[in-house]
């Protein structure tokens, strides 16, 4: 079966499974953007910034740049503004051209491609499962004498769990020793409760940390293409030297600081979620459902009683309008679990009738 390599595709998705209702609403959790969608303000104001689109950014991104330095309380030279996310994974992997990396799996598909696209070879290791995905730090340790950098995602994609900042730390220090990197992804940092502060804190003190951050997925902002890099200033003017002309777009660029000083927005999205993911977390424990500890907007479901049906799960729930994301491309998982983001309260009770429906009926 040939799966979609992303979430967000249930037209695919009927067709891979023979549904041809045309009619049949779907429901997409497959997808991990902020369920309350782009804050209330931003659509007035891409209009109003309609002439933006006929001038060439400012090329040093300044004004953005400053507004993201100081929400972080770093330095601008420490900060790269780039297009997503996902251009900053890539130029991440471009920095230890033809290096060694350590990736810690189920994750993020991305870093893998990246360090492809850039000849640096990968060594894969795995969160383990049966401890609601702890990292294999001692393992890592051993391995980081060879390892030129580690992949981390904090908060995980797929599983939404965070890996301790003590183990961090203690990485950091050793990495010290055998000259090894760790490059954090914080794409989900925003959607954590303010106990849990960015890792940002830690670069002052730790030169081999890069942290890379993303405005897509809290501000549901997949079009705009904005994310930044921190890190060391030697590493930002040398990536900044890689980065193509003009990357980040001007309208991207001039909503920057609107989006940063909108913390109101942050801060309802995380206090919103709480309450969701209380009520969704006790109810499928109840059902008897297995769900990753997740600390964010998405997490990992399989069934407890029964679970080698995940693929039989995946399309009862399609059959009945829910698209979830199949983790056949995760390594570590293999289609083991489904993941499933936290939507508006109609569409998670939604969700829980059509599983315990499942349950009374399989
Ligand atoms: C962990 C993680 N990092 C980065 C990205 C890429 O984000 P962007 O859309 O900002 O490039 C994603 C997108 O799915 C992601 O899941």
């Known amino acids: 079966m040939k799966w979609p390599d992303h979430g967000g595709q249930p037209e695919q998705l009927k067709q891979l499974f023979n549904i041809d209702d045309d009619e049949?609403?779907?429901?997409?959790?497959s997808a991990n953007l902020n369920p309350l969608g782009p804050p209330a303000w931003l659509k007035e104001k891409l209009s109003d910034l309609y002439e933006t689109i006929s001038?060439?950014?400012d090329p040093t991104y300044s004004s953005s740049k400053a507004s993201l330095a100081a929400f972080e309380g770093i330095p601008e030279d420490n900060l790269l503004l780039t297009n997503g996310g996902a251009e900053a994974i890539f130029l991440a992997a471009k920095y230890f051209e033809h290096g060694q990396a350590l990736i810690?799996?189920?994750?993020?598909?991305?870093?893998?491609?990246?360090?492809?696209?850039?000849?640096?070879?990968?060594?894969?290791?795995?969160?383990?499962?049966e401890t609601g995905f702890q990292l294999p730090l001692r393992l890592i340790e051993e391995k980081l004498n060879h390892t030129d950098v580690l992949f981390l995602c904090r908060p995980n994609n797929p599983s939404g769990t965070v890996v301790k900042e003590d183990d961090i730390?203690?990485?950091?220090?050793?990495?010290?020793?055998?000259?090894?990197?760790?490059?954090?992804?914080?794409?989900?940092?925003?959607?954590?409760?303010?106990?849990?502060?960015?890792?940002s804190t830690l670069l002052p003190a730790y030169p081999n940390l890069i942290v890379l951050r993303s405005l897509t997925k809290m501000y549901t902002i997949p079009g705009l293409r904005v994310g930044y890099m921190m890190a060391d200033k030697d590493i930002i003017a040398s990536l900044q030297a890689e980065q193509l002309p003009w990357s980040i777009n001007a309208l991207a660029h001039e909503l920057v600081p609107s989006l940063v000083e909108d913390t109101d927005f942050v801060r309802h999205?995380?206090?919103?979620?709480?309450?969701?993911?209380?009520?969704?977390?006790?109810?499928?424990?109840?059902?008897?459902f297995y769900v990753s500890p997740s600390e964010v907007n998405f997490y990992l479901?399989?069934?407890q009683r029964q679970p080698t049906r995940t693929e039989e799960l995946f399309q009862f729930l399609l059959q009945h309008g829910i698209v979830t994301r199949h983790t056949h491309?995760?390594?570590?998982?293999?289609?083991?679990?489904?993941?499933?983001?936290?939507?508006?309260?109609?569409?998670?009770?939604?969700?829980?009738?059509?599983?315990?429906?499942?349950?009374n009926e399989s």
């Open 104 to 129: 810690v799996h189920p994750t993020f598909l991305e870093y893998e491609r990246a360090c492809n696209h850039y000849h640096v070879k990968t060594e894969d290791v795995y969160y383990d499962q």
């Open 55 to 57: 001038r060439y950014p």
């Open 301 to 303: 479901l399989q069934d």
């Open 269 to 288: 999205t995380t206090s919103w979620l709480n309450e969701q993911w209380q009520n969704i977390s006790q109810t499928l424990a109840s059902l008897d």
């Open 329 to 359: 491309n995760f390594k570590g998982l293999n289609g083991k679990f489904l993941r499933v983001a936290i939507k508006a309260q109609p569409e998670n009770e939604h969700l829980l009738a059509i599983l315990r429906k499942w349950r």
């Open 169 to 199: 730390r203690s990485l950091l220090e050793a990495g010290k020793q055998t000259e090894t990197f760790i490059v954090v992804d914080e794409a989900f940092v925003d959607f954590l409760p303010s106990t849990y502060p960015s890792l």
């Open 24 to 29: 049949m609403k779907t429901i997409d959790l």
